[in-house]
């Protein structure tokens, strides 16, 4: 699927790309190759947190609609992730009209993140924490992304989370003054995104 004229939040298009890298960084942690199996995408989410200034704040989630990724080493894996803007949540259904006229859901319906490089740290157990850099789109706006976050990795797959903040007028969205009567919006959300590929990581 071509990716649109650059899309919209839910943070955020966040990760394919992401989990790509996370995945690369993984595996070569453990095993002190820059090698990676190939993963399908099993499924995720993004979760978002808005601050209102006159009630309290708000969270919404968003299902990833696509993810995946190419390459079997580190400098070769590139990779993506898409969430729907239709599908965003946030338990009111006025709000969600409002965020989606927002975000102009019909003109850009795809929110995309493009993974470009990971920066892992040292592995613990199963763990690889992580900076995930790459290219977020939202309602036609692309801004470089660095998130930090973690790999976790399972015997059949791999889980990666990671966390970042956005500034919605930075992607060209007018903060909503007036929503469910006296809400006022603050303009920056922290967005939080979990990924699968393969088997879900066991538990600690």
């Keep these: 699927m071509t990716p649109p004229a650059r899309a ?3 943070l955020p298009n966040p990760l ?9 960084a993984a595996w070569a942690g453990r095993a002190g190759a820059q090698t990676v199996p ?25 299902a990833a609609a696509r993810a995946q990724y190419t390459g079997t080493d580190l400098p ?4 993506f992730v898409e969430f729907q803007v239709a599908e965003m949540r946030t338990g009111v259904g006025l709000r969600d009209r409002h965020t989606r006229t927002a975000m102009a859901a019909d003109s850009f319906p795809l929110i995309r993140f493009d993974l470009a490089g990971v920066e892992p740290a040292r592995q613990s157990g199963d763990t690889v924490p992580a900076v995930f850099r790459g290219r977020l789109t939202i309602r036609g706006v692309t801004r470089e992304v660095r998130a930090p976050g973690a790999i976790v990795l399972g ?20 903060p909503p003054v007036r929503m469910l009567g006296a809400l006022r919006v603050a303009p920056d959300i922290e967005v939080k995104v979990h990924l699968v590929f393969g088997e879900a990581a066991a538990p600690d």
Excluded: C, N
Excluded at 16 to 24: E, I, P, W
């Design 38 to 62: 190939a993963l399908p995408f099993t499924g995720g989410a993004a979760a978002f947190r808005v601050r209102a200034t006159v009630v309290k704040d708000f969270t919404g989630t968003v």
């Design 8 to 10: 919209s939040l839910a």
């Design 155 to 174: 015997h059949g797959g791999l889980e990666v989370t990671a966390t970042f903040s956005i500034d919605m007028r930075d992607y060209g969205i007018t």
């Design 16 to 24: 394919r790309t992401l989990a790509v890298l996370g995945l690369l």
């Design 76 to 79: 070769s894996v590139q990779g």
